[in-house]
């Protein structure tokens, strides 16, 4: 196995731009500048074989990469940002690749398109970052992931939008024989709508996928999430995990489904919602099987915090306002156990923060 230091990769990069006078530090915070730091960072991953580059670049140099992997149809030329990760055979990256959108400017539409490659045997981890500083625009994302025999991924997105931005999202993956996919994706904004489609096609032998979303539904804010895995790999199995916390006068709708058409799968969905205030919450685990030998199960629940649990934390001497948060909190971080080690500190901040009604 070829083991990719994405420590020693970005700290040699950021050494390489202090040494090209580029100013990474301001007010004790450190800032990467994207253009110089991710270009260092690219040319150091070189030496292993892996490929990190913007859209364009990608569109220039790996045009037949975004050809034969892509899972999804996207007209690039009408697509300014994005970048290509790929991971050759054999290959592991256990520390993630970071990439972070900002919507800055009032009234612009942001398209993003990405493509994540890990062929045969490689790992890879990575972090998705999007946030608005504008309360006035649209982000509007395609995101592909392909996965060779054997390979690992594990990913995570957040997303953290202002009032007044609409969002449009789709993920696609495809997943081929022993390849494992674990996606995690959180919302802790407040945007004026979400709509987001993820497509898992776990179309090789034994494939596997596992997918959690937390969504901190607020305000007077629309959301709408499909979540499909289509189980045509023999052997292949998914579960699909749902938590949404719904505050405010947020209505929420989310669909989850699990389709199965090839022997020995395995499928499991899990929904549930919890109702602070008065938003409305809609949520329809389905099940469709096409072969006997599948075995695809659901939970499901919408429903408020007990006065037994309120009661009891209240014994242990906390007020109203802690007690609620402990609870939200717990609630949330049901799957924090499956985000990947780096990145577990981060999630469980924000998952933190949002149980005391925070972001």
């Not at 040699?12 to 260092?40: N, P, Q, S, Y």
């Not at 023999?234 to 090839?262: D, H, M, T």
């Amino acid at each position: 196995m070829n083991r990719v230091d994405m420590r020693r990769v970005t700290q040699e990069a950021i050494r390489m731009a202090r040494e090209m006078g580029i100013a990474l530090e301001k007010g004790g915070t450190l800032f990467l500048d994207e253009g110089a730091v991710m270009h260092l960072i690219s040319e150091a991953l070189k030496e292993y074989g892996v490929i990190y580059a913007t859209l364009g670049e990608a569109k220039r140099e790996y045009s037949d990469i975004l050809e034969e992997y892509a899972v999804s149809r996207v007209d690039l030329s009408r697509v300014q940002d994005g970048i290509l990760v790929y991971v050759p055979r054999n290959t592991v990256i256990e520390e993630p690749i970071s990439t972070c959108y900002a919507l800055a400017r009032r009234g612009v539409v942001q398209r993003v398109y990405n493509l994540y490659v890990a062929e045969a045997n490689a790992h890879m981890v990575t972090s998705t970052g999007c946030y608005a500083l504008t309360d006035e625009g649209a982000h509007w994302s395609v995101t592909d992931v392909h996965l060779g025999e054997g390979a690992r991924a594990s990913s995570i997105m957040i997303h953290n939008w202002r009032p007044g931005i609409r969002v449009s999202m789709s993920k696609r993956a495809r997943i081929l024989d022993r390849a494992y996919l674990s996606a995690f994706y959180i919302n802790s904004s407040v945007p004026e709508r979400i709509t987001s489609m993820t497509e898992l096609l776990l179309e090789g032998e034994d494939s596997k996928a596992d997918s959690d979303t937390i969504v901190n539904a607020a305000g007077s804010s629309r959301y709408d999430y499909i979540s499909i895995a289509r189980l045509s790999g023999p052997g292949s199995s998914a579960q699909l995990l749902s938590r949404i916390v719904a505050r405010g006068s947020a209505e929420v709708r989310n669909v989850i489904r699990i389709e199965a058409s090839s022997p020995g799968t395995r499928g499991h969905i899990e929904c549930r919602a919890l109702q602070l205030g008065n938003a409305r919450v809609s949520t329809l685990p389905e099940l469709l099987s096409s072969t006997r030998d599948a075995e695809l199960t659901h939970e499901a629940s919408i429903g408020k915090i007990s006065r037994e649990q309120l009661n009891y934390l209240f014994t242990r001497g906390f007020d109203e306002e802690e007690a609620t948060s402990l609870i939200v909190k717990g609630f949330m971080g049901a799957g924090l156990g499956r985000v990947p080690e780096p990145l577990r500190p981060v999630v469980g901040r924000i998952i933190e923060e949002l149980s005391r009604g925070g972001m």
